[in-house]
Structure formats: C-alpha cells, structure tokens
T-cell receptor
Framework: QKEVEQDPGPLSVPEGAIVSLNCTYSNSAFQYFMWYRQYSRKGPELLMYTYSSGNKEDGRFTAQVDKSSKYISLFIRDSQPSDSATYLCAMTQGGSYIPTFGRGTSLIVHP | DTAVSQTPKYLVTQMGNDKSIKCEQNLGHDTMYWYKQDSKKFLKIMFSYNNKELIINETVPNRFSPKSPDKAHLNLHINSLELGDSAVYFC????????????FGPGTRLTVT
C-alpha cells in the first residue's frame, strides 16, 4: 500500500460544477498537507497548504483535512475549463519539508 | 521571465549513454531539488542542495550525480543510462530548506531506448 493514495481519474465535469478531489494516507505522522496543480507538460505549482485538521479557503478553492480519517480533500467551486489539469496532493511529516506526493487526479472541465 | 528553467526539455538517448540535465533559477533561492516523475505520475525527491551543499540524497543509484556550481544552478548527470531511467525529471527551488513552497521547472522528459 502506498503512503498516499489518490484516484488518477480522469474526472470529467461540466463548467460551473463543484469538484471534489481526495486523497487518503496511511502515515499518521503526516502533519502538513498540500495541493499542487500540474498542467500538461508543465511543472507542479503549489495551490494551497494546510496544517492539521480543518478547512482553508482561497478564492474558489477549499482544502479540507480530516486527520482522524486520514483523508484530505480539495474542493473547487464554479469550475472553469482553465482548471483542467492534474491535481496532486502532498504531505510532510513534522520536521520535514520534503513532501510525499500522491499520483495525481486528472480533472477535465468541459464547456 | 522564467523562474526555474531546465535544459533540455526533451532528451532521447540509447541505453549505456551518459547525459546531463541543467537547471537554473533566477529567484534568489537558497535551496534546489531534483525530482523524478515516473510513468505512473508519482513524483519522488532525488536530491536537495542548500547553498551548494548536498542536504538530501534519497536512495538513488550512484549513476546519478548532482552538481551545484553555485546556488542558482543544479545539474544532474546520469551515467550508463538504463531503460528504467525513462521519466520526467523536475528541478525545483525554494527560498530555503525550511519552506513548503517549492517552484518547479517545466521538466525534462528523458526517454531511454
């Protein structure tokens, strides 16, 4: 079992839909949780990071962490075709700044 | 203005050859990284340098040798290339070794035939 599990998709939604992207993990030592967006043939870019359980909102994006269930989510409201990309979750243990990545979920938002 | 650049973007070569990938960042960051993204899209850290000093060296074959001539540059040399080395290699940088935000380059797609 991988430390970080993420469904590769693809997830196809119509423009304007609310998107839910999820990861589960097995290592209870993970404390910091991140979401990266990777466009085709580009490097990943950090979207958001959160510490411990709870929600964090940034514009149309909300990151949610449930440490008791070892489950994290990224919600995208009012999705746009420009949101079409691969979304990678990542997490680090306390004292480490090197993330362990999920394999990414491919999102397609069609007009 | 490209923040983190890599050359070449594509590299096709035969087994047994030696090749290098170059990375440069113009962000003034102290820390640089090499990641490998395999065919299943998993992104894994290979090396990290802070101010030209190696600080992270994951379990990577010693055919891979990073070099940092200055803190703006981090190169990756690979000897005796194998089919399993085919992947996308990403360079990244961060302000320092205690920062979560890393800036990635566009990647170098290496194909070994």
């Amino acid at each position: 079992q991988k430390e970080v599990e993420q469904d590769p998709g693809p997830l196809s939604v119509p423009e304007g839909a609310i998107v839910s992207l999820n990861c589960t993990y097995s290592n209870s030592a993970f404390q910091y949780f991140m979401w990266y967006r990777q466009y085709s043939r580009k490097g990943p870019e950090l979207l958001m990071y959160t510490y411990s359980s709870g929600n964090k909102e940034d514009g149309r994006f909300t990151a949610q962490v449930d440490k008791s269930s070892k489950y994290i989510s990224l919600f995208i409201r009012d999705s746009q075709p420009s949101d079409s990309a691969t979304y990678l979750c990542a997490m680090t243990q306390g004292g480490s700044y090197i993330p362990t990545f999920g394999r990414g979920t491919s999102l397609i938002v069609h007009p | 203005d490209t923040a983190v650049s890599q050359t070449p973007k594509y590299l096709v070569t035969q087994m047994g050859n030696d090749k290098s990938i170059k990375c440069e960042q113009n962000l003034g960051h102290d820390t640089m990284y090499w990641y490998k993204q395999d065919s299943k899209k998993f992104l894994k850290i290979m090396f990290s340098y802070n101010n030209k000093e190696l600080i992270i060296n994951e379990t990577v074959p010693n055919r891979f040798s990073p070099k940092s001539p200055d803190k703006a540059h981090l190169n990756l040399h690979i000897n005796s290339l194998e089919l399993g080395d085919s992947a996308v290699y990403f360079c990244a940088s961060s302000q320092d070794a205690f920062t979560y935000e890393q800036y990635f380059g566009p990647g170098t797609r290496l194909t070994v035939t």
